[in-house]
């Protein structure tokens, strides 16, 4: 069993910050891609940046550049450092902790319960 907790939602200003974290707890998931997605209103859901265990990072074009993801796997903990935050940016964000084989095979993705960013103009 995986529980998965996001932390650190809020509301700000465009051009503000926040940081968000995300934390796995159980166990079976040493091999692992954290990520972080988000769903507007209306929307579907979408990713927004992904970490794997060794470091290696992906963006979505709509935030490169104005978000860092990083992780700290003693923790099993990842965070998203949000900058130069923009009203499009509103939504709630989503952590997923994709599991897979030590092969790289996917076995199950976790999902939390998701906390909500709101940007104001």
């Known amino acids: 069993q995986v529980r998965v907790e996001e932390s650190g939602g809020g509301s700000v200003q465009a051009g503000g910050s926040l940081r968000l974290s995300c934390t796995a707890s159980?166990?079976?998931?040493?091999?692992?891609?954290m990520a972080w997605f988000r769903q507007a209103p209306g929307k579907q859901r979408e990713s927004v940046a992904d970490i794997t265990v060794e470091g290696s990072r992906n963006y979505a074009e709509s935030v490169r550049g104005r978000f860092t993801i990083s992780r700290d796997n003693a923790k099993n903990t990842i965070y998203l450092q949000m900058n130069n935050l923009k009203p499009e940016d509103t939504a709630v964000y989503y952590c997923?902790?994709?599991?897979?084989?030590?092969?790289?095979?996917?076995?199950?993705?976790?999902w939390g319960q998701g906390t909500q960013v709101t940007v104001s103009s």
């Open positions: 159980g166990s079976g998931f040493s091999n692992n891609v």
């Open positions: 997923r902790v994709k599991v897979t084989s030590r092969g790289g095979i996917w076995l199950v993705d976790h």
